[in-house]
């Protein structure tokens, strides 16, 4: 998915200090281009936290009705530095990128995306789609692994079910499953159905921050209260992870964990850097690739190739901010 806003805010992310407490993150809503837009709920970054291990951006959608917003529709676009997570609870999205994958993204189902160095990538709700529902999670590729050649993952997680819950982990281990998709440092994805007035308690690992988002339900994480569409945090130190759905409800929830990245990242639209220049040179690069901006002298960059069979016309990079990339924590 691509980060639509005009006018970006340029991130340089660290991983912040660690909370005593449960922190509670209010989403802010984005929407997701054009007049009739697809509306997102976005939780991370926060100007409070930036990073939550190597996770790094949280959108949550839906149930979006198709109809009324006209759906996903995000033409080809860039990225870097990054790996995209895409989890389907309702509908299905097309995804066609420049490596030649091409993939239908479905409810239960993994699709990541490595850009590595640099990919560009498209994402369209078929127009059979009524309902769209999910999120899109970013990851943070640490420096060893950046500049790493683009590829496309996909895989289905068995469930792990116990008295009143349903576990699908897609990224890392948990409760005795592990998923087999490479990534580039310790992590952790998975998406949790509880029935109403189930209380669960998973094994964490100390190491670990966590971040659990509430897709439905007022439910309790830690004994702290967090309701629909809200990010909790907790830092490293637990031994155990306590979630409890409401008694008169159903709840689900998306779980992200990881060890602290330990790296400063700067993010700004689509592309994940280690500095200013860089992001200057990844939008540079993109602009030359779709023919938007010329350069005299300058030989077009081989960073970015084609979607192959989606005709739609490139987003181009927004304006860069008038002053130099700077932190926001």
């Known amino acids: 998915m691509s980060n639509v806003e005009t006018a970006p805010v340029e991130v340089e992310c660290a991983s912040a200090p660690a909370a005593s407490t449960v922190e509670i993150h209010v989403p802010r809503d984005v929407p997701l281009g054009g007049p009739r837009a697809m509306p997102v709920r976005r939780t991370l970054p926060q100007r409070s936290r930036s990073l939550i291990g190597a996770w790094c951006f949280v959108d949550h959608y839906g149930p979006d009705v198709v109809a009324r917003t006209g759906g996903m529709v995000v033409p080809p676009h860039p990225h870097t530095g990054l790996q995209t997570v895409s989890w389907l609870f309702t509908g299905e999205i097309e995804h066609r990128d420049s490596t030649g994958a091409h993939a239908m993204v479905r409810p239960g189902e993994l699709n990541l995306m490595t850009a590595g160095r640099g990919i560009a990538h498209s994402e369209v709700s078929p127009p059979e789609v009524s309902i769209l529902h999910g999120v899109q999670l970013w990851l943070a590729l640490p420096e060893s692994a950046r500049g790493t050649e683009p590829r496309f993952d996909h895989y289905v997680p068995d469930a792990v079910r116990g008295p009143g819950w349903e576990l699908r982990v897609f990224l890392g281990s948990l409760a005795g499953s592990e998923s087999p998709v490479e990534t580039h440092s310790p992590i952790l994805g998975a998406e949790l159905l509880l029935d109403a007035g189930t209380t669960v308690e998973l094994d964490a690992d100390p190491r670990f921050e966590y ?7 007022a439910l309790e994480f830690q004994g702290a209260a967090v309701a629909p569409s809200e990010l909790a945090y907790l830092p490293p130190g637990a031994e155990t992870l306590r979630i409890s759905a409401p008694a008169d409800a159903p709840a689900r929830v998306v779980l992200i964990g990881g060890e602290p990245l330990g790296e400063t990242i700067v993010m700004w639209w689509n592309f994940i850097g280690r500095s200013h220049e860089e992001i200057v040179q990844y939008r540079r690069d ?14 077009p960059g081989s960073r970015f190739a084609a979607v192959p069979n989606d005709l739609r016309p490139p ?15």
């Open 286 to 299: 993109w602009q030359q690739h779709i023919g938007a901006e010329t350069h005299p002298g300058a030989e």
């Open 211 to 217: 971040g659990l988002l509430a897709d439905s339900g």
């Open 315 to 329: 987003l181009p990079a927004p304006a860069l901010p008038n002053a130099r990339l700077r932190p926001r924590r």
